[in-house]
Each structure stands twice: as C-alpha cells, then as structure tokens.
C-alpha cells in the first residue's frame, strides 16, 4: 500500500522513516517533503497547503493512508477535503484543529472540561493589554499570540517591560501577522516541562512514550523562544504516576468535552506539560506530532506505525492495546542556522551527512534542507534533527553529539545542553 506524508520538517522525514519500515506499505511519498525524505521516500512537488492538488495526486495514485504534518494545513481544513473525498486520512478535523489554531479556544475549552491550567486573561486591544500589566503586583507573564506563529509567538517576561515590549510586538508591530491579533496572558508555570503525545480515535486513547523538547534557543534555556532546539525521550520525571494524572485529568477530559461540543477529536493529542509543585497543568495543546519531539519518540517506536496510524483513521484504536518501545534512550539536537530564529541565509552546502550516518543507531532527519545537484543545502532555520539511541540518556546524548561533530556548514549552531535537564527532579 502506499503512504502520503504532509509537509517538509524533521517530524515529516521522521514519519517517512518510521512509515517506510512497515511491512504493508510499498512506497511513502512525501510532499512536498526534503533532501531527507527523498533518501527514505519519495518527493512530490506539492505544497503542503494545496488541498486541491493533494486530493487529486492521492486519488490518482490510490494513496491507502494520507499523514498530515504540519499545523496549518490541518488548522486549514485539509482532513476536512480528503474525508470529503473519500480519502483515508490521519489527523483533526478544521473543527478540532482550533485546539491549536486559536489559544483563546484551547483556554476555553479546558476552563469547560476542568483541565489545570494557569490563569488566563484574554485581550483585543494592545493599550488595554498594557494598562493590565502596568497594574498587577506581579513582574512575570507569558504573553501568547492567539494564532498559529510557527513556535515563535509565546513570550516568557521576566518584568513588566518585557511583557509591555511582547505586546507591542504582536498587537501593534503584527510580528506574528493576524496571529497577533487577539492575546492572552498567562500566569507563569513554574515546574519541569514534559511533551505527551496521544493518539487519539475519537474515543480511544493511546499515549505514546513521554519526551522534553528545549524551546529556548541557547543553552540554560536562554534566549528567544524558537520551534524547538532538540528533545529526548524518555523523560524519567514522567512517571507512571504523572502519566495516569495527565491521562485522567487533561486528556481524558479534553477528548470527552471536544466529543460534546460536536468536534469529535482524531489524530495526535500533543499536550505540553509542566509539572508544577500543585501537580501537571497545560502549557499548550498541539493538534499534530511535534517537532524535534516525534524524532526520538519514533525512534524508539517499535510498534508498525503504519497499522497504529490507520487504525486511529478508521477509529479501531482500541485493538491496540499497548505499544511495543525500544527500552533504550534517544536524544535528538537540532542543527539550526547562523541568525535563527531570526532572519537567516539559504543556500549553504552542508557537509559531512555521510560520516554521521556510518555511526551506530544514528539518524539524521532532515528538516530545512534542499538538493541542489550533488548537493545538500540549507533551505530553513532547523536544517537537521541529529538523532541517536543509548543506554541511557547519557549515552544518547554522547552519540547524537558525537555525530553533529561529522556536520559541518558555515554558520551551523546547535544547544549542547539537550537532555541535560533529565537529571533535574520535578517539585514535589
């Protein structure tokens, strides 16, 4: 049977890879996809936000399981056309996807289904925003664009100024175009951060092994805010006990509320965690594998991801009653470009990609790359998503660095700090 992957990051070519080694599938297409996944599948020169053309190509090439990537075609409504036209597809309704697409819609949802959280307060306009900074006792807020910012449009402030500066920049200078057009601010969380990722049927939920991403674009967790500089998996502080309270008091109540508010949940239920001293409450909720996040999870999936994906399509998810994991650790540093997650230059030749892939259980996944000739390039701010097993956490890491070390272009930057926090306990 064939597979079409959606989209052109780490997590796509990390979908392609995983899809690839499933016994029933015969070819995994990807588009429009990259230097990567032309190696483990095959490019089509299709957007990912041209519905219409992806609808005909799956229809043309009778295409058995459509997996779509990225947030926006999802938040688009393009499971919406492929349900339309008969095609099996993996992923949320237009409906459902708002759970990422608007902040303000999450926050709601969760305040009805009784899901901590932190506090909230939502605004329209950029004066009234700041008169409310100006007249908290508090000096620390998060301040969120309401609308999909490609990672970038949470700011954690530190004083008033900074959140003033982050409000101006959404709502006045439109950093974010029409993302920034609502706002909200939140109370900080304080805790260690932890990514669940589910599966979900509708019913049914499925939760796959935990990870930590590293948002923060430099080491210490300093720095801009960026799409995500690397993870590792699994994180040690999401214990049994955690997983059960996230099932039972997040998951469990987010996929029943969205059931009766008419938009039934299907696809990946990505909840971002922190583990505060008053146990977990939510960050955030994405409506698709996250990215560096699905490269070590999928890593150490054992489970045919093929069969689990259309299972969770056709809502026979219960069938499955556990996943099979490799016991070993993966962690995955994302090799970005000079200048990200600010304006950066294309067009740079990498180097040393065959020396990293000789190592032992290393992959490379390929995020922001392009082939020009006899040439692998850079095309994006996260260019490569260096991924590796171990022992343990420590092992992983020492081997994914150890393959960053074969890669080399000129402005090539990566955190060397990845999956250091997983020697630091949550509160309790």
Same mark, same amino acid.
């Given at each position: 049977?064939?597979?079409?992957?959606?989209?052109?990051?780490?997590? =796509?070519?990390?979908?392609?890879?995983?899809?690839?080694?499933?016994?029933?599938?015969?070819?995994?297409?990807?588009?429009?996809?990259?230097?990567?996944?032309?190696?483990d599948?095959?490019?089509?020169?299709?957007?990912?936000?041209?519905?219409?053309?992806?609808?005909?190509?799956?229809?043309?090439?009778?295409?058995?399981?459509?997996?779509?990537?990225?947030e926006?075609?999802?938040?688009?409504?393009?499971?919406?056309?492929?349900?339309?036209?008969?095609?099996?597809v993996?992923?949320?309704?237009? !409906?459902?996807a708002?759970?990422?697409?608007?902040?303000?819609?999450?926050?709601?949802?969760?305040?009805?289904?009784?899901?901590?959280?932190?506090?909230y307060?939502?605004?329209?306009?950029?004066?009234?925003?700041?008169?409310?900074?100006?007249?908290?006792?508090?000096?620390?807020?998060? +301040?969120?664009?309401d609308?999909?910012?490609?990672?970038?449009?949470?700011?954690?402030?530190?004083?008033?100024? =900074?959140?003033?500066?982050?409000?101006?920049?959404?709502?006045?200078?439109?950093?974010?175009g029409?993302?920034?057009?609502?706002?909200?601010? =939140?109370?900080?969380?304080?805790?260690q951060?932890?990514?669940?990722?589910?599966?979900?049927?509708?019913?049914? +939920?499925?939760?796959l092994e935990?990870?930590?991403?590293?948002?923060?674009?430099?080491?210490?967790?300093?720095?801009?805010?960026?799409?995500?500089?690397?993870?590792?998996?699994?994180?040690?502080?999401?214990?049994?006990?955690?997983?059960?309270?996230?099932?039972?008091?997040?998951?469990?109540?987010?996929?029943?509320?969205?059931?009766?508010?008419?938009? =039934?949940?299907?696809?990946?239920?990505?909840?971002?965690?922190?583990?505060? !001293?008053?146990?977990?409450k939510?960050?955030?909720?994405?409506?698709?594998?996250?990215?560096?996040? !699905?490269?070590?999870?999928?890593?150490?999936?054992?489970?045919?991801?093929?069969?689990?994906?259309?299972?969770?399509?056709?809502?026979?998810?219960?069938?499955?009653a556990?996943?099979?994991?490799?016991?070993?650790?993966?962690?995955c540093?994302?090799?970005?470009?000079?200048?990200?997650?600010?304006?950066?230059e294309?067009?740079?030749?990498?180097?040393?990609?065959?020396?990293?892939?000789?190592?032992?259980?290393?992959?490379?996944?390929?995020?922001?790359?392009?082939?020009?000739?006899?040439?692998?390039?850079?095309?994006?701010?996260?260019?490569?998503?260096?991924?590796?097993?171990?022992?343990d956490?420590t092992?992983?890491?020492?081997?994914?660095?150890?393959?960053?070390?074969?890669?080399?272009?000129?402005?090539?930057w990566?955190?060397?700090?990845?999956?250091?926090?997983?020697?630091?306990?949550?509160?309790?």
């Amino acid at each position: 049977m064939k597979v079409l992957v959606v989209g052109q990051g780490g997590r =796509e070519h990390a979908l392609v890879w995983k899809l690839s080694q499933s016994p029933a599938v015969s070819e995994v297409f990807c588009a429009p996809g990259n230097a990567g996944t032309a190696i483990d599948g095959t490019n089509v020169d299709i957007s990912a936000d041209d519905v219409d053309r992806l609808v005909k190509f799956a229809q043309s090439e009778e295409i058995a399981l459509t997996v779509v990537g990225p947030e926006v075609p999802l938040v688009a409504g393009i499971v919406d056309a492929f349900q339309v036209a008969k095609l099996r597809v993996f992923g949320p309704s237009k !409906a459902a996807a708002q759970l990422e697409g608007s902040k303000v819609f999450a926050k709601e949802l969760m305040r009805q289904a009784n899901v901590p959280t932190a506090d909230y307060w939502v605004f329209h306009d950029s004066h009234e925003a700041v008169e409310f900074i100006n007249g908290r006792e508090a000096n620390s807020f998060v +301040i969120k664009a309401d609308g999909l910012a490609a990672g970038k449009g949470v700011t954690v402030c530190k004083t008033k100024g =900074e959140a003033i500066h982050a409000i101006r920049e959404a709502m006045v200078d439109r950093a974010f175009g029409e993302a920034g057009r609502e706002l909200l601010i =939140e109370e900080v969380l304080v805790g260690q951060e932890v990514s669940i990722l589910a599966l979900v049927d509708g019913r049914t +939920i499925l939760t796959l092994e935990a990870s930590q991403d590293h948002k923060a674009a430099h080491d210490g967790d300093t720095g801009p805010n960026t799409g995500g500089m690397g993870a590792y998996s699994p994180a040690p502080f999401a214990t049994s006990e955690v997983m059960d309270e996230v099932i039972q008091k997040i998951l469990i109540p987010t996929v029943h509320t969205m059931r009766k508010r008419g938009t =039934e949940f299907t696809g990946v239920l990505y909840a971002g965690i922190m583990l505060t !001293a008053q146990g977990p409450k939510v960050l955030e909720f994405n409506v698709r594998f996250g990215d560096p996040e !699905a490269q070590p999870v999928l890593m150490r999936m054992k489970t045919d991801l093929f069969e689990l994906l259309s299972s969770a399509a056709d809502g026979r998810l219960s069938e499955f009653a556990d996943l099979e994991w490799d016991d070993r650790a993966a962690v995955c540093v994302v090799m970005a470009s000079e200048g990200y997650p600010g304006p950066y230059e294309k067009g740079r030749p990498i180097r040393g990609l065959d020396d990293a892939a000789k190592l032992p259980d290393t992959k490379v996944f390929h995020a922001g790359t392009v082939q020009h000739g006899d040439q692998v390039v850079t095309d994006g701010g996260r260019v490569l998503g260096v991924t590796a097993l171990g022992s343990d956490i420590t092992a992983a890491k020492k081997r994914a660095y150890e393959a960053v070390k074969c890669i080399r272009w000129d402005g090539a930057w990566c955190r060397k700090d990845i999956s250091d926090k997983a020697r630091i306990m949550p509160p309790t």
